[in-house]
């Protein structure tokens, strides 16, 4: 019996210890993720992701002769205005 308890403390011990080394790590791997710049670049695919297929309805509209050719480069410019803005790529 009381070589049970010590089997059971060793491993709880060293559970505890890979517990916490994967935890360090993980915490580690996010801070590397967020000082990369690599959130942004995500945002900013999505941010185009999202335009291309803004821009595929208006040349739809365009080709039905809803829209002027003219207007689709503002409206663009608008559009990428506010996905800026709501992606919060706009501050630091």
């Not at 690599?38 to 509209?61: S, T, V």
């Not at 990428?80 to 709501?86: H, K, L, P, R, V």
Request: net charge negative.
């Amino acid at each position: 019996m009381l070589n049970h308890m010590g089997l059971l403390k060793t491993l709880l011990r060293r559970g505890a210890g890979i517990f916490a080394m994967a935890g360090l790590t993980l915490l580690l791997i996010c801070v590397a993720a967020g000082a990369s710049g690599m959130e942004e670049r995500i945002l900013r695919g999505k941010m185009n992701h999202a335009r291309m297929g803004y821009a595929m309805g208006l040349a739809d509209q365009v080709n039905a002769g809803q829209l002027k050719l003219e207007e689709v480069e503002e409206m663009l410019q608008a559009y990428d205005g506010e996905a800026i803005e709501s992606y919060g790529l706009d501050r630091p």
